[in-house]
């Protein structure tokens, strides 16, 4: 008697026994982790780019000055563009590595 009793309550206590992974409190805290990162992301972006506004405010004169005398020559003026945008990313990458 004692037997089938401690074996009904072995299989009962089975049958509730919690699932060896809770897979809903690992994506909650996956979430979570997520979110920091993406805030943190998304913080540092808008640095750099009130940095970026900030220095384009202070370089905007010579720049145009700089323009002016290329004498118009636009594909060298895309060429320092496109040179200095590529800059600014490999030093992004960096960072990141």
């Known amino acids: 008697m004692v037997e089938a009793v ?11 026994a919690p699932p ?7 994506l909650a805290v996956m979430a979570r982790i997520e979110r920091r990162h993406f805030r943190r992301a998304v ?16 370089a905007a004169p010579p720049l145009a000055q700089a323009a002016e ?6 594909i060298a003026t ?3 563009v496109g040179l200095g945008i590529l800059a600014m990313q490999w030093a992004l990458q960096r ?3």
């Open 6 to 16: 401690e074996s009904e309550l072995r299989r009962r206590m089975a049958a509730d």
């Open 20 to 26: 060896a992974r809770d897979l809903s409190f690992e």
């Open 43 to 58: 913080a540092g972006n808008a640095a750099v780019a009130a940095l970026a506004a900030l220095v384009l405010f202070m």
């Open 69 to 74: 005398s290329l004498n118009g020559n636009l």
């Open 78 to 80: 895309l060429v320092a």
């Open 95 to 97: 960072e990141e590595a």
